[in-house]
């Protein structure tokens, strides 16, 4: 919600296919997130912003081996820093930015390996999908039902905070009115 406040371009665009792929007369269903290919690259675009887990969970090598060029003895602690592959220039075009539409049409090939931030592998998050729909149905109700505007004119501080999953600094504080079109369908109280 944060980004979209600084972007109010593409909460817009993502009110837009809402409107469009489910309409006024029903509220959006956990079955319908699939259909909404936008608001699942904002989705995409926020994890590798703000990565949850930037340095996901610590691995240990299984076997001595080599990573990058560089020799790892069995039983070394290993730590995956996505932060730094999701914000690196080299990967990515203008990386601090919040860009939804790079991975339209499924990104490039490239952008879908080097987006991780539920990990990779046998040891990758198994609640992913679980997560990923959750996040879509409860993000996409809430950009259906409600017009959102900051407290302020000045953009939403992004600072990140101290702790394991990435915390902001400054709780998010945002006021919210029930579109009109979407009255019949949520309680006033
Ligand atoms: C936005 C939500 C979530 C994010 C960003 C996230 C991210 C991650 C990451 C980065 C890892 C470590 C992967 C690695 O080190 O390679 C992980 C592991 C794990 N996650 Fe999640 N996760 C999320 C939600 C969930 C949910 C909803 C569940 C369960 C329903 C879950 C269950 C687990 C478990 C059990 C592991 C450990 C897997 C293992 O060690 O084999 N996660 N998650």
Request: aromatic fraction near 6%.
């Amino acid at each position: 919600m944060a980004n979209l406040l600084n972007n109010s371009e593409k909460l817009k665009k993502a009110q837009d296919e809402i409107d469009f792929v489910i309409g006024h007369d029903s509220l959006l269903e956990e079955s319908d997130v699939s259909k909404l290919p936008y608001l699942q690259c904002i989705i995409l675009e926020t994890l590798r912003l703000n990565t949850t887990a930037p340095l996901l969970l610590p691995h240990v090598s299984s076997a001595d081996c080599t990573i990058g060029g560089y020799f790892v003895p069995r039983d070394t602690i290993v730590m995956v820093n996505a932060w730094a592959i999701h914000k690196d220039p080299q990967l990515w075009e203008d990386p601090l930015s919040f860009k939804p539409e790079r991975f339209e049409g499924n990104g490039s090939e490239k952008q879908q390996k080097l987006i991780l931030p539920f990990g990779l592998g046998r040891r990758a998050c198994p609640g992913a999908p679980l997560a990923q729909q959750v996040m879509g149905w409860t993000l996409g109700l809430l950009i259906q039902c409600f017009d959102w505007k900051r407290v302020s004119k000045e953009e939403i501080d992004m600072t990140e905070g101290l702790g394991t999953i990435m915390p902001k600094a400054i709780p998010l504080e945002l006021m919210c009115k029930v579109r009109p079109s979407m009255e019949k369908l949520v309680p006033k109280d």
